[in-house]
């Protein structure tokens, strides 16, 4: 099992930008894939990017499509997201995950690895 906590929410303007961090602890030696979720109020929670363990294969739903950059350092167990142009549509709870596959990180169905979550409000 793999604890998450993410960092970096807060208030910002649109055209804004915010950086999110999810940091894990416990069974990192393993490999895992990672994704960023968010839940905006009255919303079902909706997967926003994901990463594979090497880096090499990302995911991003359409609306942040080149907007938003999910990264990730190894070294330091850390998983970011990069937030550029933000809108008040991105007003949400973010979330970050954790699975050994990609495709269920995309999924977003089984997953037991979750953060906290972090507020991200964006003001028109």
């Known amino acids: 099992q793999v604890q998450l906590v993410e960092s970096g929410g807060g208030l910002v303007q649109a055209g804004g930008s915010l950086r999110l961090s999810c940091a894990a602890s416990g069974r990192t030696s393993t490999p895992y894939a990672a994704g960023w979720f968010r839940q905006a109020p009255g919303k079902e929670r909706e997967i926003v990017a994901a990463i594979s363990w090497g880096g090499g294969y990302t995911y991003y739903t359409g609306s942040v499509k080149g907007r938003f950059t999910i990264s990730r350092d190894n070294a330091k167990n850390t998983v970011y997201l990069q937030m550029n142009s933000l809108k008040p549509e991105d007003t949400a709870v973010y979330y970050c995950?954790?699975?050994?596959?990609?495709?269920?990180?995309?999924?977003?169905?089984?997953?037991?690895?979750w953060g906290q979550g972090t507020q991200v409000t964006v003001s028109s």
């Open positions: 995950a954790a699975d050994p596959k990609i495709n269920e990180v995309i999924d977003g169905k089984n997953l037991n690895d």
